[in-house]
């Protein structure tokens, strides 16, 4: 039969092997193909390792090239770092742009030294421990007026009998711990009838301090997350004062103005002290 005739002969497809089911686990099979990608991939990496240990051997510990002095190693990645052929800008611009951002971290830092200070409200540092603790009871900013008739009204105004209390220094307390509640309806219709309002029995008192532990435990993870809050503004408001710092300094340097302080105690500048 001649080659042409074989050629025009169909012929049985032969495919390669499938992956067995109880090795399906293992992934998959490698083919034929996928080692022969393998390994030429493998013998061009050696031929790259052979080449650069030959190039290693026989460097010039004495050479020396112009892009040297352009060029570093970056010692975070171990990578060369060389000039990228991009153009450097001019001392003005840079100075422009460092105004600009010093201008944009200047609106930020009063920004958050302005939410700092709006969630610092009802709030105290510790001189020992340095913590912020919450305020206990009124800040003491708020008021209560009284009007009156006349001067002579106003004159033998007593504040303690108006208040409901004994003496002054109860008066100064928060009006919400020494003014009495009003009797509800029911214990004022008791009392006209010469009955004793009804005594609450154990279980309404344990309910009532259930729920009285319940609003002091919300009450206390408020305070907990408002001073998480303020300290996190103040890291925020430190971070913000020191890259304005950084700026100016840098900007100082450019303009050649940086200064200093001498043995003396006195801040001087650098074109200052030149003259």
């Given at each position: 039969m001649?080659?042409?005739m074989r050629n025009a002969v169909q012929r049985r497809n032969h495919r390669e092997r499938a992956q067995p089911l109880e090795r399906q686990k293992w992934g998959l099979l490698e083919k034929n193909k996928d080692y022969k990608l393998r390994a030429k991939d493998h013998k061009e990496k050696q031929k790259r390792l052979k080449l650069l240990r030959q190039k290693a051997v026989d460097r010039n510990p004495d050479e020396f090239s112009f892009g040297m002095l352009s060029s570093g190693i970056n010692k975070a990645t171990g990578t060369k770092r060389g000039d990228r052929g991009n153009e450097a800008l001019s001392n003005d611009?840079?100075?422009?742009?460092?105004?600009?951002?010093?201008?944009?971290?200047?609106?930020?830092?009063?920004?958050?030294?302005?939410?700092?200070?709006?969630?610092?409200?009802?709030?105290?540092?510790?001189?020992?421990?340095?913590?912020?603790?919450?305020?206990?009871?009124?800040s003491g900013k708020g008021k209560h007026t009284v009007f009156?008739?006349?001067?002579?009204?106003?004159?033998?105004?007593?504040?303690?009998?108006?208040?409901?209390?004994?003496?002054?220094?109860?008066?100064?307390?928060?009006?919400?711990?020494?003014?009495?509640?009003?009797?509800?309806?029911?214990?004022?219709?008791?009392?006209?009838?010469?009955?004793?309002?009804?005594?609450?029995?154990?279980?309404?008192d344990a309910s009532a301090a259930k729920e009285e532990r319940r609003i002091r435990k919300m009450?206390?993870?408020?305070?907990?997350?408002?001073?998480?809050?303020?300290?996190?503004?103040?890291?925020?408001?430190?971070?913000?004062?020191?890259a304005e710092q950084e700026i100016e300094k840098q900007r100082a340097n450019m303009s050649n103005t940086a200064g200093g302080v001498n043995k003396n105690g006195v801040k001087f500048k650098v074109r200052e002290r030149k003259r």
């Open positions: 001649s080659s042409s611009v840079v100075k422009l742009l460092k105004t600009q951002d010093a201008g944009y971290i200047r609106t930020m830092l009063q920004k958050v030294r302005k939410e700092r200070e709006k969630a610092e409200e009802g709030f105290v540092l510790d001189d020992e421990e340095g913590e912020i603790e919450a305020l206990k009871g009124r009156v008739g006349d001067k002579q009204e106003q004159s033998s105004f007593q504040p303690e009998e108006w208040f409901g209390v004994e003496d002054e220094e109860r008066l100064m307390k928060p009006w919400s711990r020494q003014i009495k509640k009003p009797k509800n309806k029911h214990e004022d219709d008791e009392m006209a009838d010469g009955q004793p309002p009804k005594k609450t029995t154990p279980k309404d009450r206390e993870q408020a305070q907990e997350h408002k001073r998480l809050k303020i300290e996190a503004l103040k890291n925020r408001e430190r971070e913000l004062m020191l």
